[in-house]
């Protein structure tokens, strides 16, 4: 679930920061004016930090409660988090995906590119098995079943493009 921060800075200028994902070291965000960032963070001593935003370095501190990036200070007056309006915001675009109603459709979580399909027409799965593996932003997402059953269709193959909420597989349910 993506989590939202108002970053203030000491002239109350606000900017709103939306974290897509997370996994080890890497982080995604995107920023108001809807740009995509691929953020690596690597600790590099107590309160030293080095960041690849989109492959570029940056070295960034934090001394107390002041942070400083490339030796300057940035001047952040408080960092809050706005998770309510996030989950609110998901759920409206669970709502409106027409493959997250139908009944044993998965789904993918993000856009991106189909790497690999792990199951085949008439296999039995289980729940949290993976059906898919989906590359976005140069990570690999495996989107796994919440259902137990038999895959019925696959929807994509491997090389296919997909938007979230595209179809990837349906599961005929057991009772």
Known sequence: MPKKYSVVFFNDEAV????????????????????????????????????????????????????????????????????????????????????????????????GRVVEVKVAEGQSIGENDVVAVVESMKMLIEVKTPFKGVVEAVYVKPGSTVNKGDKLVKVKTRS
């Open 16 to 111: 709103e920061i939306e974290v897509l994902a997370r996994e080890r070291d890497v982080v995604v965000l995107k920023d108001p004016g809807g740009r995509i960032y691929r953020v690596r963070v690597l600790k590099e001593g107590d309160g030293r930090y080095v960041l690849y935003i989109d492959d570029r370095m940056v070295s960034a501190g934090v001394i107390g409660d002041k942070v400083y990036v490339n030796l300057e200070p940035l001047l952040v007056k408080k960092v809050k988090e706005t998770v309510a309006a996030a989950k609110a915001v998901e759920r409206k675009e669970e709502k409106q995906t027409p493959a997250a109603m139908e009944e044993g459709v998965v789904s993918t979580p993000i856009s």
